[in-house]
């Protein structure tokens, strides 16, 4: 089975899987595996019981990474403005999209308690997970199936980062928040007004 889980944790996230997390992880894993890829035939899934990270206060690092509870967490299917990135406006001038992007998400969580089901490790304080804001008066999610289901869920922090128009969608994401980044272009608005680089691209290069 750990040769599928990379494989799909490639497609995901376009990061190989480095394997240290126990196993309850990896069930979680493979269950959201499952609701993505629909490939439940060839998945062996043990039920575990898991563990959500939060509700907690977070901080974002970067446009795509928050720090919650001590672990850096990167949002599951989008791929941010690199921090120090320059992007051009709709007048040409350049401007540092990449901060205008750690700022829309820091704001996004300012106040507020954050929780994320984390699904796969990415190093010893670092995962890939789902995140979601949890706003005044909202019931949080209390199991990885309230993250995993069919039902839309507005607060999550991928989701409105591609509608505000501050990260791209990736891996699966095209397929999760299609109608938001279609949208977002649509708006041109934020990086979609003028020009920019995909993120992926501004960080081969040399520097």
Not at 11 to 37: A, K, M, N, Y
Not at 74 to 83: K, Q, S, V, W, Y
Not at 91 to 113: F, H, T, W
Request: charged share 20%; glycine share 8%.
């Amino acid at each position: 089975m750990l040769p599928l889980l990379k494989s799909i944790f490639k497609r995901l996230h376009d990061i190989e899987l480095q394997v240290g997390w126990p196993r309850w992880l990896l069930s979680v894993v493979t269950h959201f595996v499952v609701v993505l890829v629909n490939a439940a035939p060839y998945l062996d899934i043990e039920d575990s019981p898991v563990d959500l990270i939060g509700p907690s206060i977070a901080n974002a690092i970067d446009g795509e990474t928050l720090l919650i509870e001590g672990l850096e967490v990167n949002l599951f299917g989008i791929d941010a403005m690199e921090r120090d990135q320059v992007c051009q406006d709709m007048q040409g001038a350049d401007y540092v999209c990449g901060r205008s992007a750690v700022m829309a998400l820091q704001k996004l969580i300012e106040g507020n308690p954050v929780i994320c089901l984390p699904l796969f490790n990415l190093g010893e304080t670092r995962v890939l997970g789902t995140c979601e804001v949890i706003l005044p008066g909202e019931k949080p999610p209390t199991a990885p199936e309230d993250f995993i289901g069919d039902e839309y869920r507005p607060n999550s922090l991928s989701r409105l980062m591609v509608e505000q128009r501050h990260a791209l969608t990736i891996g699966y994401g095209p397929e999760i928040f299609a109608e938001e980044q279609r949208q977002a272009q649509i708006l041109r608005a934020e990086a979609w007004a003028g020009s920019f680089e995909p993120p992926s691209h501004f960080r081969s290069k040399p520097r």
